[in-house]
């Protein structure tokens, strides 16, 4: 569900040949070893291979008033993963001749802004230019409160367009709501039946179905954000994302239901190209997941302090799924890791060595710094002792002193390095390195 400019979902494009199959764990339990030492992740990870699980990890706690610890079966929220069960819906209905994909929305919504220039296919791949409600400036205003179909349609309808229907490709959660809707419509039933009885039932999904209130005694997680200790996070009302991103689910599920999809299973071949055919980077429902020469498939999520990634990789008939209730760790890095044992290539593991800094040390580096190679300007502030970056339009978020003058915030793979003396500031990110200075 959430979605940032600075602290963005990046998938590693590295080119490569195909390595060894032998699978060895050891490197990559070392990684959760030291992810669980050092209070970086909470969460559960699978790989399965061809539909069976071949390794799986659980670290942390579902609930740590109680100190109930996650297993192999604790369910989580997994934000907008739903939208790939929300398109496998639509394509089914649109192998039954219930809609089509170049259908109008004017035919189910004519009051939503450009309705009538606005087809089913561009609410699938983020062409529609309708606003994504849950980027609205009131969203945390009111998403922890129940809201009926009628209030998210004025939502909508009142939020207007960002850009001409069609014109390019902008994420809006908006989009799957109104699909949501639609499918309801046309199979006259509740979304909730439509994801149990046509797809968690047939696949014997036991741990897969439409959230709601969070319930610890059904082995669901809470979960937490990070700020020097885990803070128990708000709860969206899942009466609001829908089929934008109210499943709750585990790895295991979630692998199995990526198998069975690209294994044809749910919908038609041609279904599943018209899925993971991609413009300007989306596609219907899902995103490519490059791994060296391994071409991948799936989505990432995020609601509250969850988040989550889905990546499958047919031609393998691999898949592996990353839930998390408490990150401080990026999962691209740890689905690159897990890639990275299964297929016998090296990874690095992470430092977590930190230095100590004072609040009098880290006033040298306070103020707004801008960047010609960036439109987005950062300010450092500190709160409590801790360094604080924020990005143009962006939330704030903490960063760890690592060495002297460097600084990193790992969930994002961000490293900060200054250099007080010429009010310099180096900001890496992916590979790439960028100067800002102090204005």
Known sequence: ??????????ILLITGSVFSQEFDTTKIDSL??????HDRFMGSVALSKNGKTIYSKTIGYADIETEQKINTDTKFRVGSISKMFTSTLTFMAVEENKILLDQPLADFYPTVKNASDITIGNLLNHRSGIINVTSLPSYLLWNTQPKTRLQLLELIEQGGSAFTPNSKAEYSNSNYVLLTFILEDVFKDSYTNLIKDRITVPLKLSNTYVGSNIAPTNNEAYSYNYNTNWNKSFETDMSIPLGAGAIVSTPIDLNT??????KGKLISKNSLKQMTTFTEGYGMGSFQMPYFDKKGFGHNGGIDGFTSQLACFPKDEISVAITSNGSRYGNND???????AYYGKSFRLPNFNTVTVTPKDLEQYLGTYASKQKKLKVTITQNDGTLMAQATGQSSFPLEAVEKHAFEFYLAGIRLEFEPENKTMYLKQGGGTFTYKME
């Open 1 to 10: 569900m959430k979605k940032s400019a600075l602290v963005s979902f990046l």
């Open 32 to 37: 959760f070893t030291s992810l669980d030492n």
């Open 257 to 262: 239901f990526a198998t069975a999809l690209f």
């Open 334 to 340: 740890i689905l690159i890791a897990v890639l990275a």
